[in-house]
């Protein structure tokens, strides 16, 4: 079945740690999003990926970096110096732009909570 | 930059009966999309229902539509024979035609709660 994962799907930091959430597809798309949820909120974009080897920042991106090595993954690591980690982070992707509407697929997302 | 508003925090329906959600955006762009994704309580995000801007009809998918009214920038989702299963948060969501990438702009969200 194609699709999106996430992993894990529960992630605990200690302060001062750096985390990598995981992110795979097989829907063969060219575009990757990482998205931050707080609680009660709507989405935010963190960095997008267009192609293989390059990315650009979101409205949120400090704090986060990512790499995008493959055209299936795209990591994201969460830094010591995001100073309000605890959230749900979600993973998506699509085709791009030339593709029509180059609508959104989510994974399952990824909670992560700062001790 | 674009701004996706919704103005109801949360939504109460009778099942089998009608709910309508509402989103306003704002854009100067005349070429752009427009989605409505659910978010159940597994925190799925999953695709309801997906409208362009240069198409009159008014988008549907079985029980959901919606009412896209373009010069007033408003773009409503009806559930029709509410069911439980539709119980979950909603969110509009805009989309440049021409900006780079394929950037989604969120609302905050609608909670929809429906009562058996």
């Known amino acids: 079945d194609g699709g999106i994962t996430q992993s894990p799907k529960y992630l605990f930091r200690k302060e001062g740690q750096n985390v990598t959430l995981s992110c795979e597809q097989n829907l063969n798309h060219d575009a990757m999003y990482w998205y931050r949820q707080d609680p009660g909120q709507g989405l935010r974009l963190i960095y997008y990926s267009q192609i293989v080897n390059d990315f650009q920042k979101g409205d949120i991106a400090e704090g986060y970096s990512v790499s995008r090595e493959k055209k299936e993954s795209f990591p994201l690591t969460v830094t010591s110096a995001q100073k309000n980690p605890t959230a749900f982070y979600l993973c998506?992707?699509?085709?791009?732009?030339?593709?029509?509407?180059?609508?959104?697929?989510f994974g399952p997302g990824t909670r992560l909570t700062v001790l | 930059a674009q701004t996706v508003t919704q103005s109801q925090p949360e939504m109460s329906v009778q099942e089998a009966e009608t709910v309508t959600l509402s989103c306003t955006y704002d854009t100067s762009e005349s070429d752009y999309y427009l989605f409505w994704y659910k978010q159940p309580p597994s925190r799925q995000m999953i695709l309801v229902i997906r409208q362009e801007a240069y198409k009159q009809q008014n988008a549907t998918e079985n029980r959901f539509s919606v009412n896209f009214q373009k010069a007033a920038k408003s773009f409503s989702l009806k559930i029709s024979d509410s069911q439980l299963g539709d119980a979950a948060m909603y969110f509009c969501a805009y989309r440049s035609a021409r900006a780079a990438g394929n950037k989604l702009t969120f609302g905050g969200g609608t909670r929809v709660l429906v009562k058996p």
């Open positions: 998506a992707s699509s085709h791009n732009r030339d593709r029509g509407y180059g609508e959104q697929f």
